[in-house]
T-cell receptor, first 113, second 112 residues
Framework: EAQVTQNPRYLITVTGKKLTVTCSQN?????MSWYRQDPGLGLRQIYY???????DKGDVPEGYKVSRKEKRNFPLILESPSPNQTSLYFC????????????FGPGTRLTVL | QKEVEQNSGPLSVPEGAIASLNCTYS??????FFWYRQYSGKSPELIMF????GDKEDGRFTAQLNKASQYVSLLIRDSQPSDSATYLC????????????FGKGTKLSVIP
């Protein structure tokens, strides 16, 4: 089944404790992206990757890191999480860019205490 | 700052009616526009995209684009309770762009 998977789905952590949210797709897509969704602010792009080893900042990259060492994986790293990073995070992928249909993962709900 | 504006709603329509969802965008360089549907607690899924001025129809859904007015809309005919969801409008940043800017979404409720 073609899908985007994220792990973990739910995470409660404390300020400053490094964490990684994994994202994997099995559709051989070149483009992958991370979004966060907050009430009243909508869906905002954090980082995106056009291909292996090619990444760029979205609209809200502060406090996040990403890497794309393999085509299928695009982890999101929070080196020192803070409470303002409490949010619902979505990973998405598409064939080659943001103008192709983006397939979203199920989401990761992160709470930083 | 690129912006995509939507009325947050909620928009309530009776079953069988036409639901009209509207969106405006600030970046005149935007070329591609998308409507995603998001059910409560679920991830967004694409329902329509439009690149050219005018109307594009797909089943009960019609997307309309007016680049001069920087306006995009989505019409849902014969609305069903299963259409109740939040609808997200999104635009790209122009040719060759890799970024997508989303509006905050309009919550639609279809009343049986």
């Amino acid at each position: 089944e073609a899908q985007v998977t994220q792990n973990p789905r739910y995470l409660i952590t404390v300020t400053g404790k490094k964490l990684t949210v994994t994202c994997s797709q099995n559709m051989n897509h070149e483009y992958m992206s991370w979004y966060r969704q907050d009430p009243g602010l909508g869906l905002r792009q954090i980082y995106y990757s056009m291909n292996v080893e090619v990444t760029d900042k979205g609209d809200v990259p502060e406090g996040y890191k990403v890497s794309r060492k393999e085509k299928r994986n695009f982890p999101l790293i929070l080196e020192s999480p803070s409470p303002n990073q409490t949010s619902l995070y979505f990973c998405a992928s598409s064939i080659s860019g943001s103008t192709d249909t983006q397939y979203f993962g199920p989401g990761t709900r992160l709470t930083v205490l | 700052q690129k912006e995509v504006e939507q009325n947050s709603g909620p928009l309530s329509v009776p079953e069988g009616a036409i639901a009209s969802l509207n969106c405006t965008y600030s970046d005149r360089g935007s070329q591609s526009f998308f409507w995603y549907r998001q059910y409560s607690g679920k991830s967004p899924e694409l329902i329509m995209f439009i690149y050219s001025n005018g109307d594009k129809e797909d089943g009960r859904f019609t997307a309309q684009l007016n680049k001069a007015s920087q306006y995009v809309s989505l019409l849902i005919r014969d609305s069903q309770p299963s259409d109740s969801a939040t609808y997200l409008c999104a635009s790209d940043s122009g040719a060759g762009s890799y970024q997508l800017t989303f509006g905050k979404g309009t919550k639609l409720s279809v009343i049986p």
